[in-house]
């Protein structure tokens, strides 16, 4: 399991090779199991795939934020997941909600993974702006875009010098993912 999720990173450029409708539900059917705050299960799902949809989304994508770099037209991904609520929230906190998410986007990339794809868990895009391209039903607003396709670009981990975790990425389309160690972030032992 611990080399899975050394495997599990976000990638940011991928091939044209298409993820179908069929794939993209089998990613989402894992969320069914995923654990939920009080079993509310209050997250939906929009699955895309339709090329021309995926290229209208691209622009509205920040797809690094620690780093001045977004991927090209031709790196794009091939499918979308938008994770999205009901809005207002009823009997349910925001909060809980995002942790629903985590959890969410989690066993959807360690599905996807295993399908041979990958994907970045995005906060940064034109909400707004998706929402009315995919024709989300009024009263759901969405969250989280989760980008997806066949990975180009190559993600390491490397150690984390000085506290300092700001990821870089080279000219060869190698992303590098600073960690912090064990020793770091295990605060009392008792």
């Not at 969320?31 to 622009?59: G, H, M, W």
């Not at 037209?73 to 985590?102: H, K, Q, W």
Request: aromatic letters at 8%.
């Amino acid at each position: 399991m611990m080399e899975t999720l050394k495997k599990i990173r976000s990638h940011r450029s991928f091939t044209k090779k298409k993820i179908s409708m069929e794939e993209l539900e089998e990613m989402v059917e894992s969320t069914r199991y995923a654990s939920s705050t009080r079993n509310a299960q209050k997250l939906r799902y929009v699955l895309i795939n339709d090329e021309e949809l995926c290229k209208k989304i691209f622009p509205l994508v920040k797809f690094a934020g620690a780093i001045p770099w977004n991927p090209t037209i031709e790196e794009a991904p091939t499918a979308y997941i938008l994770m999205c609520s009901e809005n207002p929230l009823v009997n349910f906190t925001e909060r809980s909600l995002y942790f629903d998410m985590g959890i969410a986007s989690q066993n959807i990339m360690l599905v996807a993974n295993e399908m041979g794809y990958a994907g970045c868990i995005i906060g940064s895009y034109n909400k707004p702006e998706v929402d009315k391209l995919v024709g989300l039903p009024e009263g759901y607003v969405s969250h989280t875009l989760l980008t997806l396709g066949e990975p180009k670009d190559t993600v390491t981990i490397t150690e984390a010098i000085d506290g300092n975790t700001t990821y870089s990425r080279d000219d060869n389309n190698h992303h590098f993912v600073p960690k912090l160690s064990l020793k770091d972030i295990s605060l009392l032992k008792k």
